[in-house]
């Protein structure tokens, strides 16, 4: 099975990732896990560039995007990703507003802060989104971070720029 087979049958259910994980699976997971473990984002935001956390993720081809953009169940079931995500960044969804939940804290959620990996997991599921033609939702999600990380004052300027220009 090639790279766009594998993806997509992931994404289908029907397969898994390179540790024998389902989509599913990886939905059940705890936020613990979520922030300490590298290898999944990747499976479950596809973008054409190789990451430098996880050699064995699939890359996002032509083929793949326009598989995204003739099924809508993959794009809910990407939509179903975003939200167990926006559960980890402390934000919710209500179809495409995104907004913070009332707990939202730098305390409580890591990437309140100027910098880190999940700045750079927050880039891969904008331009993600983008790419698998969901750009309605893919600016919600921008909108709601750039808000939410300038509100708190401690997102660097670096990263929201990254976030603008995701895609």
Request: hydrophobic share 40%; proline share 6%.
């Given at each position: ?8 049958a992931f ?7 390179h ?10 997971l ?6 300490h ?6 499976w ?5 560039e190789a990451?430098?956390?996880n ?15 003739r099924?809508a169940?993959l794009?809910?079931r ?13 934000l919710?969804?209500n ?29 891969r599921i904008?331009?993600s989104l983008a ?15 750039i ?9 660097s300027?670096?990263?929201l ?7």
């Open positions: 099975m090639d790279n766009d087979e594998r993806l997509i994404y289908r259910g029907e397969g898994f990732d540790k024998g994980r389902r989509l599913e699976d990886i939905w059940a705890s936020p613990f896990w979520l922030e473990t590298h290898d999944y984002i990747q479950l935001f596809p973008i054409p990451g430098r956390f050699a064995f993720a699939p890359l996002l081809t032509p083929a793949v995007q326009a598989t995204f953009e099924e169940p794009r809910q990407q939509q179903q990703s975003l939200d167990v995500m926006l559960d980890f960044f402390g919710t969804r179809g495409n507003t995104i907004t913070a939940q009332p707990a939202l804290s730098m305390q409580t959620h890591i990437w309140l802060k100027a910098g880190g990996h999940n700045h750079l997991r927050i880039t904008l331009r790419l698998c033609h969901q750009p309605d939702l893919a600016c919600d999600f921008q909108q709601a971070v808000e939410v990380g300038t509100q708190h004052g401690v997102v300027e670096t990263s720029q990254y976030w603008r220009e995701a895609f």
